[in-house]
């Protein structure tokens, strides 16, 4: 095992990231040699807008082509380890880019999105959210989404879904899905933390969990770093090993036209910011031992003193994604 | 040389067409043994409308797979001609789907767009159309996309360009370029046809013309086929036969709303049926010996009656797009 606690050939993968992207953001990657980032390409916008964050993200990638990479195959990732460069798998945190057109699940696919989550904040035409008073579970359209989605290898995302949406998605779903950012609600309730239910659910059909760092859903920037670990824990005794990760929702440079847009969007003209609620207005702070990406390693070393072993610590902060992505991202046979 | 005129290893390759597609035109394609087809998935749609039609355009070519396949290098022509079908070239008449938008060159390259007209019947934001009665010559914004064309590896397709536009564009862009479907105005009079000014600057830079079978362009239905073979050798005597091609602009299946948007669009609310004028309502009746694209092969056949030896043929037919396809569907190295 490395001095950091993570053991030096396993991948080290963050679930989710949602940042107003530069060179500075990752050339932090690479000093946390962060292997692959699931990045948020889009949150509320249309499937023109998205063509708009996504062209300018295949531009973004191609100027700093040394540092980063695309990926859209889970083989890719330990390709761009090897070459010093993080992998980086595109992804909506909402299904409004496909609009009501299913065949936009294949366009979205070809431009490189590999990660889409059902829903953000609000209700969708695929199902409900995790802040919706009343879930519908997915609907109609919500189930050719899933299916197609499974057909072309774009994972389902279930971190902000609505509690009956995720197990409708969970048991519909040919394929294992992911929760990339999220923690479980019997350590933290908030409308943003899992049941016991969903994260059962989740594991026995082989998707992943990926704990998060995100303040609100841990108890807030004065968490310790061996708090968080108990929160792994508890995820591993709830969901076996084998099924948990780690997604950060590490969120930097936004201004508060950005966290206006992210909270807010175009649905509501009063003040309701999602995890943060109507309590705090400004951006959470973050704990002292994760204000940028870049200490990511401490996280498995953290992991390493609760006393999870070596291949235990792998797992959790990458091979357990790896595995997913490698699996979820391939397309089924005959496409 | 075949029986039918052409070499049988020469590739068939048609530069044009434009149909509401379905599994028939498909087949009429496979009658003709057709190697690739360049065919139109936007006219004036933008982006968000283009993807409405790229998605079907993919299922279509996967639920018929048996048939058809995509071709988004040269080199996948010569594997769908062995495997006994026809490769599919996707293509904009007009570059109304990019918008203002320069990161959407390549958006669309993503989604598999390999050609793509600068305009169609009227001014747009790169240049003036053949139509217009005064031509700006090649914009601003005109010169960022033929030189983002060049990088992604897309071609630029003049057909239906205002002539101080395509002269630009020749002379602006750093790889030869297209005129998908058109003749000499040397041969009829029509501001779709091309004057010898542009045609020698096409290829004295490399590029191919596919001169057409469309009605209007060629003197109408009643040309008979040993008079359009007349036109080819008219513009072989102006270009040199290395630089022409076949784009018949084959048509099919469309109703009269189709003819309509095709047209008019959405810019104007008066007749105005470009190349047919506002004396034709409908569409036009095509010569008796090109009422489909099955007997594509009556081409290389009326050439080789007309005196073109079996090696010109076999260039006209197919592979002077083949050689251009290939250069040019390759994206610039960097990429």
């Known amino acids: 095992m490395s001095t950091d606690g993570v053991p030096g050939s396993a991948p080290r993968i963050d679930g989710?990231?949602?940042s107003r992207w530069d060179r500075e953001l990752f050339e932090e990657w690479r000093a946390g040699k962060i292997d692959c980032v699931h990045v948020t390409c889009a949150i509320w916008e249309d499937a023109r807008a998205t063509l708009s964050n996504l062209g300018p993200w295949h531009r973004r990638l191609r100027?700093?082509?040394?540092?980063?990479?695309?990926?859209?195959?889970?083989?890719?990732?330990?390709?761009?380890a090897a070459s010093g460069k993080t992998a980086v798998i595109l992804?909506?945190?909402?299904?409004s880019p496909i609009e009501d057109d299913l065949d936009l699940v294949e366009v979205f696919h070809r431009l490189g999105v590999r990660i889409m989550q059902l829903t953000y904040n609000i209700q969708g035409l695929v199902g409900g959210s995790c802040y919706e008073p009343s879930d519908s579970g997915l609907s109609r359209f919500g189930r050719q989404v899933v299916a197609e989605m499974n057909r072309v290898?774009?994972?389902?995302?279930?971190?902000h879904v609505g509690e009956q949406t995720s197990v409708d998605a969970i048991e519909h779903s040919a394929r294992p899905v992911a929760i990339t950012h999220a923690n479980p609600s019997s350590c933290l309730e908030h409308p943003r933390n899992k049941s016991d239910r969903v994260l059962q659910a989740l594991a026995e059909h082989g998707g992943v969990l990926g704990c998060t760092v995100y303040p609100p859903l841990i108890g807030g920037a004065d968490t310790s770093l061996d708090a968080w670990t108990e929160i792994v824990a508890r995820s591993v005794d709830l969901l076996g090993?084998?099924?948990?990760?780690?997604?950060?929702?590490?969120?930097?440079?936004w201004d508060e036209d950005d966290l206006r847009w992210v909270r807010?969007?175009?649905?509501?003209?009063?003040?309701?910011?999602?995890?943060?609620?109507?309590?705090?207005?400004?951006w959470p702070v973050w704990p002292h031992w994760f204000e940028t990406p870049a200490p990511f390693a401490e996280l498995g070393a953290g992991l390493a003193r609760r006393g999870f072993n070596e291949n235990e610590v792998a797992a959790i902060m990458g091979e357990?994604?790896?595995?997913?992505?490698?699996d979820g991202f391939t397309p089924l046979a005959g496409w």
Chains 1, 2 share one sequence.
């Open 16 to 18: 989710l990231q949602s």
């Open 63 to 80: 100027e700093n082509a040394d540092l980063v990479v695309l990926a859209t195959s889970g083989a890719n990732v330990p390709t761009a």
């Open 91 to 95: 992804g909506f945190q909402n299904s």
């Open 153 to 159: 290898g774009m994972l389902v995302d279930l971190s």
């Open 241 to 253: 090993v084998e099924h948990v990760g780690i997604g950060t929702d590490a969120s930097r440079k």
């Open 264 to 282: 807010m969007g175009r649905w509501t003209h009063t003040v309701d910011y999602g995890a943060s609620s109507t309590r705090q207005t400004s």
């Open 320 to 326: 357990n994604w790896l595995r997913l992505f490698t």
